[in-house]
């Protein structure tokens, strides 16, 4: 499996007084059996980058896919990132890091938050006896994330789960210390069962 990595140390600013911080990485190959990267996907990071040869903050996500294996590798690292000391500009500064599979660098065709994006969940809501929850799993929509403020505005569903489901989308929570929901929306998947009419979620 290999990772992909864009920063890299520059000591001399460009015209504007800018250059990018740089810090602890990847190497270029990870373990096949690292359990965290089993799926192809990227991480957006996005950082404040203050003059000077100063510590980056407030590093979140702003968009990934693949599952949350590649921010779990990343923002650690990222949070150790320093400034460039030739830097004269104070800016939010993003970096997208991709992984693919040797031999197959497929990526996702979309962004997909999944429920480890969130504070815990209220338990989904039971099927009514009877139903099957056929098309329900996974679950797939685009949400503008507004919680804790206000309920999340639904801007696209896919699959089954009529109001139920789409009022327990909107009282979700994001992790604002995990990512930065976008204004015009994020899309999440979750992928889950149906267990004796109830909504199982493989990854939290």
């Known amino acids: ?47 404040h980058v203050r003059p000077g040869a100063v510590p980056v903050t407030d590093v979140r996500v702003v968009s990934e896919a693949g599952g949350p294996g590649h921010a779990r590798l990343w923002m650690p690292l990222v949070r150790q ?16 890091l ?6 197959a660098y497929q990526l996702p065709d979309q962004e997909a938050f999944g429920l480890y994006a969130f ?15 056929t098309g329900i799993c996974p679950i797939r929509a685009m949400l503008v994330l507004r919680q804790p403020q206000a309920p999340n505005a639904i801007v696209s569903f896919d699959g089954a789960g009529g109001e139920p489901l789409k009022d327990w989308l909107r009282a ?33």
Do not use: H
Request: charged share 20%.
């Open 172 to 204: 979700l929570v994001p992790q604002r210390d995990y990512m930065l929901p976008a204004a015009e929306g994020n899309r999440i998947e979750f992928d889950c069962k149906i267990d004796n009419g109830q909504i199982v979620f493989y990854e939290r």
């Open 98 to 103: 991709t992984f693919g599979l040797k031999g």
């Open 1 to 47: 499996m290999a990772a992909k990595a864009g920063a890299s140390a520059a000591q001399a600013a460009d015209e504007s007084g800018w250059c990018p911080p740089a810090g602890p990485t990847l190497s270029g190959e990870v373990a096949a059996d690292n359990g965290l990267l089993l799926r192809p996907g990227w991480v957006t990071l996005q950082m």
């Open 119 to 133: 504070q815990a969940a209220p338990a989904a809501p039971t099927l009514p006896a009877g139903d099957w929850g």
């Open 81 to 96: 990132w320093t400034g460039c000391a030739a830097n004269q500009r104070d800016t939010l500064f993003r970096i997208r």
